[in-house]
């Protein structure tokens, strides 16, 4: 064994420990040097020619919003759209930001609607750091805002409405509730995050333990999140760090999926205790032996299926 391995290295399964010394050939450089262009070219992905769980039916949107139209995909399970629309989850791709397409959540978007029954919407928020903060926000915000009128004309209930996203999709899905929650306005049924990028301090203990776990070390995380809000962001801000927030009494019951190994595990976890101790109904669950990032390789990873199944679930009891 090479003493010079890092501790974590021995908590990844077999198949994790096999595809990070892919992503490490895959990705020579890390993302702050590659920079966003570079890094896009190499890590943006595009769904395989035949999908691994057909649909019946698989849409495009075009979504106004306050900058402009986004583009949007939605995806439903069934043929025949109930009298009174659908249950509908909109999903928020992770990417740090400053990666990520409606294409790398695609695979995950389908087995989400197959497995649950519910519609599913992907947005394309604008990316950083062409798009700084609050650009994806306000994107999420007038799209959620937009699908709540235009629900039943889609086949969605807009009564029925829950968010979700994964590490910076996961940020985004819980300032949308925290803006909502603030604004007065009607809040989605529930919240999906998938390892969020929720504490802006990069203090909890997982970042030194994790710093150079695969895919995301701790320095390419906090160079995505400058991307994001500036280098001279103050901090403090809410919607950009939901940790942050004074309260979070109020908010919609939240299910919280982690990874053993990443940076942003113990941030994640802070963030469902902190719920759980303002009121708010928590399901959390660690995935062993995998890193930041499983949850959309539907195809790769157990743990990915199993958390699927478990967002499934969690989702059909607010159907």
Known sequence: MNDDAPAWRSLLDDQAAAVARMISQLVPKPLRELGAEQARALLNTSPPGEP???????????????AGAIRARLYRAGSAVPACGAPTLIYLHGGGFVLGTLDGADALCRAIAAGSGWTVVSLDYRLAPENPYPAALEDCVDAFAWLTRKGPELGIDPDRIAVGGDSAGGNLAAALCLYRRDAGDPLPV????????VDDTFTAPSWSEFADAPLLSAADARWCW???????????????????????????P???????????????????????????????????????GFFTEVEMFAQAKQAIDEVCLHLRGFA
């Open 52 to 66: 691994s769980t057909p649909l019946e039916h698989v849409g495009q949107l075009t979504v106004p919003t306050r």
């Open 190 to 197: 529930t919240q999906v995050l998938a390892y969020p990028a």
């Open 226 to 252: 400058e991307q994001y809000v500036g280098a001279g962001h103050p901090g403090g801000d809410h919607l950009a760090a939901p940790m942050r927030a004074e309260s979070l009494r109020g908010l919609p």
């Open 254 to 292: 939240a299910l919280i999926v982690t990874a053993e190994v990443d940076p942003l595990r113990d941030d994640a976890e802070a963030y469902a205790e902190r719920l759980r101790h303002n009121g708010v109904p928590v399901s959390l669950t660690r995935y062993p032996g995998v890193f930041h």
